[in-house]
C-alpha cells in the first residue's frame, strides 16, 4: 500500500497567497504536487495575525471542497512567533474565541536567541501567555525554539507543558530530546535531520520513540537534500519522511503510518472539522 504523509508543520500561506486572495492557482498547484506526492493531511502554521488569518482561510477553503476531492485535508494554527514578541497578543484571545472550534493550535510559538529579533523578556511572557492559551483552549501548543534550550525548558516548567504539545524542527541531539518526551512533548523533524552539518539531531531520531515522532516540511524553508536551497513545499514531506525510516532502519510505510497517526492525535484532528 502506497504510504500517504502528513505535513505537521508548513507555511503554505506564505508561499503560494496573494495579499487577498486565498486559493490562487499557486496554492491548487502546490496541493496537486502533495497528492501526487502521496500527502493526504498539512498542517499550515500561523506566526502573526495576517497569517493566522490565512492559515484559517486556507482551513476554511479544505473544509469547502474548494481544492478538489483529491486534495490533502488542511487544518491551522494561529500564534505569534518570538520574533514578533513585541507585538500585542490581543487579537489572538479573540481569534480563538471566533474560531474556537477551526483552530487546531497555538504558535508557532517560543524563543528565539539566534536571531533575537525580539527582547527576551517579551519572549519569554508572550509565550508564557500562548502557553497559557493552550491549556485554556485545550489546543496543541507548536514550539519554535533555537539556541534557548534553558530558558524553553523553564518556562514549560512553570506553567506546565499542556497535554499536546509539539516542538517543530527539531534542531537539538539525544539530551535535548530526552527533555522533550521527559515534558511529554511530541518531536517534529524537518529537512534538517538531511544536512550533512546535523549529526546531533540525526542521533536524536534514536531516543525518539515512535508514538512521539512527527515529520515536517516547514515549507518554504529547510527543503531537504537534494533539494536544499530550493524553496520548499508539502510535496516533500515524503522525503523527509524517506529519510528518516531509513535512518531507523524501517519501512517508508511505517514512518508514513505513526507520524500521520501521531499528527491526528497532537492536534486533535478527529475532533475538529478537518
Not at 52 to 80: C, E, M, N, W, Y
Not at 202 to 211: F, G, K
Amino acid at each position: 500500500m502506497t504510504a500517504t504523509w502528513t505535513d505537521s508543520h508548513c507555511h503554505l500561506q506564505e508561499q503560494f497567497l496573494d495579499a487577498d486572495d486565498t486559493a490562487t492557482s499557486q496554492v491548487r498547484q502546490a496541493l496537486e504536487r502533495a497528492h501526487e506526492a502521496s500527502v493526504s493531511s498539512i498542517v499550515v502554521v500561523g506566526t502573526d495575525e495576517a497569517t493566522s488569518l490565512q492559515a484559517l482561510a486556507l482551513a476554511g477553503a479544505s473544509r469547502d471542497g474548494a481544492f478538489g476531492h483529491d486534495a490533502p485535508k488542511i487544518a491551522a494554527t494561529v500564534g505569534l512567533h518570538p520574533h514578533d514578541a513585541a507585538a500585542d497578543i490581543a487579537w489572538l484571545h479573540e481569534m480563538l474565541e471566533l474560531h474556537h472550534d477551526e483552530v487546531v493550535g497555538i504558535g508557532e510559538c517560543g524563543f528565539d536567541y539566534f536571531y533575537e529579533h525580539a527582547d527576551r523578556g517579551l519572549q519569554r511572557t508572550t509565550f508564557l501567555d500562548q502557553i497559557a492559551l493552550a491549556k485554556q483552549y485545550d489546543k496543541a501548543l507548536v514550539i519554535h525554539a533555537r539556541d534557548a534550550w534553558d530558558d524553553l525548558f523553564t518556562a514549560l516548567d512553570e506553567l506546565g507543558t499542556p497535554e499536546r504539545t509539539v516542538l517543530h524542527c527539531f534542531t537539538g541531539g539525544p539530551d535535548e530530546a530526552q527533555a522533550c518526551l521527559d515534558r511529554g512533548m511530541f518531536v517534529s523533524f524537518s529537512g534538517i535531520v538531511t544536512f550533512k552539518n546535523a549529526a546531533a539531531t540525526r542521533a536524536a531520531l534514536s531516543v525518539v520513540p515512535d508514538d512521539r515522532l512527527l515529520i515536517e516540511t516547514d515549507a518554504p524553508f529547510l527543503a531537504p537534500v537534494p533539494h536544499r536551497g530550493k524553496k520548499n513545499e508539502p510535496a516533500l514531506v515524503g522525503v523527509v519522511g524517506g529519510f528518516v525510516a531509513a535512518e531507523r532502519g524501517v519501512s517508508e510505510a511505517h514512518i508514513a503510518a505513526v507520524t500521520s497517526a501521531n499528527a491526528a492525535v497532537a492536534f486533535a484532528l478527529s475532533q475538529n472539522p478537518f
